[in-house]
C-alpha cells in the first residue's frame, strides 16, 4: 500500500522536492499546503506561490493554509502516513505534529544543529564556510530542535545566496527517494542534536547591508556581498552617499579596479549602482570624479 505525504513548502526551493516525491509510485501526495495567493508587485496583482503553480501542473490536491487552526483542521480531515516540510512558514502545532504515524519532517538548509533559524544559507556564507549542507529533521515544537535523520554536505565556496538555493533544493530532490525508502522502513536511527553545538541566526535588515569599507576587510564584504544576494545587497558608504556593489571579486579580473579596505586588503570592483540609475562600470566614475568613494 503507498504512503500518504502531506507536503508544505512556499517558494521555487520547494519546487523540485515536490515534483520528485511525486514521481515515486510507492507514495501518494494526498495534499500540498500553501499559503493563500498574495498580491505582488507595483500592481498588487494576486499571484500564487511557486508550490502552488506546480502542484496545478502535477494535478495534487491543494490546501491553502493561513492559520495555525486550518492547519489543524487540515490534518483532522485529510489522513496522512507523514508530512513532509520544506520552507513553509509556519509553526505547527503540538497536535500536529503528533497526528501522522511518521510524524512531520522538516528540511532545512543547514548542517543542524549549527544555523537553527531563518537565515542559514546566509549566515554561513557570512561566516565564510566553505562547506554547508542539507538536513532531514523530525519536527518538533521547539525551532529546528528535532532529531537528525538525515544530511548531505556540499561545498559553498564561492557560491552566493541565490546559487547555494537553487544547487540545495536540487540536491534535496534527488536525496528524496534515498531518504524516504530509508525512513518508512525504519532503517534510520535518529540522532538527538547536543544542544551545546547549537547556534541561531535571525532575519537581516536592509541597513545590515550598508558598509564602511574602510572598517571591514575585503573578504568580508566579499562574503556579505554573497550572502546578501539579491536581498538586502551590500551598499558601501561614500562622500556621496550610498552606492550599491553589483560586480565585485578578491581577485584582480578584466575591467576591475581595486579599492583598499581595513588591514591594506583589496576588494576588485567592476560594476556599480548608484541610486536611481543604471548600473555603471566602475572604473568609468573614478575618472569622472577619483574622490568618488571618499567618505
Known sequence: MKKKI??????????????????????????VGVFP??????????????????????????????SKAELKALFKNVECDLAIVIAFGLIFPKSVLETPPLGVVNVHFSLLPKYRGASPVQTAILDGLTESGITWQRMVKALDAGDVLWQTTHNIEHQNTVQIWQNFSHFTAQAFPEFLAAYTQSKIKPTVQIEESASFCGKFEKTDGHLNYKELEAAKIYNTWRAFSPWPG?????????????????????????????NNTKLWINTVQIPGKTPQNFKEILERDPQFLEI
Open 234 to 262: 551590500v551598499n558601501l558608504k561614500t562622500k556621496n552617499g550610498l552606492i550599491k556593489l553589483i560586480d565585485i571579486s578578491l581577485t584582480p579580473e578584466e575591467i576591475t579596479v581595486p579599492i583598499v579596505c581595513a
Open 6 to 31: 502531506m507536503f508544505f513548502g512556499t517558494p521555487e526551493i520547494a519546487v523540485p522536492s515536490l515534483q520528485a516525491i511525486a514521481q515515486l509510485n510507492e507514495y501518494e501526495i494526498v495534499g
Open 37 to 66: 495567493d498574495r498580491k505582488v508587485g507595483r500592481k498588487q496583482i494576486l499571484t500564487p506561490c511557486p508550490v502552488k503553480v506546480a502542484a496545478l501542473k502535477l494535478k495534487l490536491p491543494i490546501f491553502e493554509i493561513d
